[in-house]
Each structure stands twice: as structure tokens, then as C-alpha cells.
């Protein structure tokens, strides 16, 4: 059974940076696009990042960009978002996603697996 598992996720203030990990199990995903969403309070589902089976496209939301980074590591079957500058904006629960093809999507329904989500909580 496919399991994506978010960790990082925390409290922080205003300008500081965090590291979030998505680690699967169940299958390899070396060959599947991965992708970032958020879901801040009271608002809906938005798109964060998203990287290609290999690392080699990577695409991010025009509100992230400068300021999060998506990456992989298909030997350790995870996924990374580091966030630097965070902004009280950046709240939200974020999630991971896997699809089934190999490149890049910002389209939630394209995404076939989704982790549980992470809360990340930014004070001014």
C-alpha cells in the first residue's frame, strides 16, 4: 500500500526557514512527478511546487518563488521542501502528493497519492 508521510512541519516566526519532508513507502516513486500543495485556514487547496521523476524540471507557485525550493532524493524515496523567508501567509497545512506520470503538474487532480499533511504555523 502507497504512503506518503509528511515531517517538518512546526511553528515558527516571521523570516525564518523550514524544511519539510515527504518520505514514501510502499512503492519507489524515482519515476513520478512529486508535488507541493498548501491549504491555508479557511481557504482551499492551492499549489506550492513540483518536481519531475528525476529532479531535472521543477516548477513553483509565482508566491514561493525565490523563497521555496523543491527537491528530491529518489535513493532515499523522499521529497524535500525547504522554505526560507517565511511569511505569516505561508500558514497553511501542506501536503504531498505523487502522481503517476513522470513530470511536473500544478493540477491537484493529477495526483493519484497524498500524504496526510503537515501544519505550518508562521507568527508576524
Known amino acids: 500500500q502507497v504512503q506518503l508521510v509528511e515531517f517538518g512541519g512546526g511553528l515558527v516566526q516571521a523570516g525564518d526557514s523550514l524544511r519539510l519532508s515527504c518520505a514514501a513507502s510502499?512503492?519507489?516513486?524515482?519515476?513520478?512527478?512529486m508535488g507541493w500543495f498548501r491549504q491555508p485556514p479557511g481557504k482551499e487547496r492551492e499549489f506550492v511546487a513540483a518536481?519531475?521523476?528525476?529532479?531535472?524540471?521543477?516548477i513553483h507557485a509565482d508566491s514561493v518563488k525565490g523563497r521555496f525550493t523543491i527537491s528530491r532524493d529518489n535513493a532515499k524515496n523522499t521529497v524535500y521542501l525547504q522554505m526560507t523567508s517565511l511569511k505569516p501567509e505561508d500558514t497553511a497545512v501542506y501536503y504531498c502528493?505523487?502522481?503517476?506520470?513522470?513530470?511536473?503538474?500544478?493540477?491537484?487532480?493529477?495526483?493519484?497519492?497524498w500524504g496526510q499533511g503537515t501544519q505550518v504555523t508562521v507568527s508576524s
Open positions: 510502499g512503492r519507489t516513486f524515482s519515476n513520478n512527478g
Open positions: 518536481i519531475s521523476g528525476s529532479g531535472g524540471t521543477t
Open positions: 502528493a505523487g502522481r503517476e506520470r513522470y513530470g511536473v503538474s500544478e493540477v491537484s487532480r493529477d495526483y493519484d497519492y
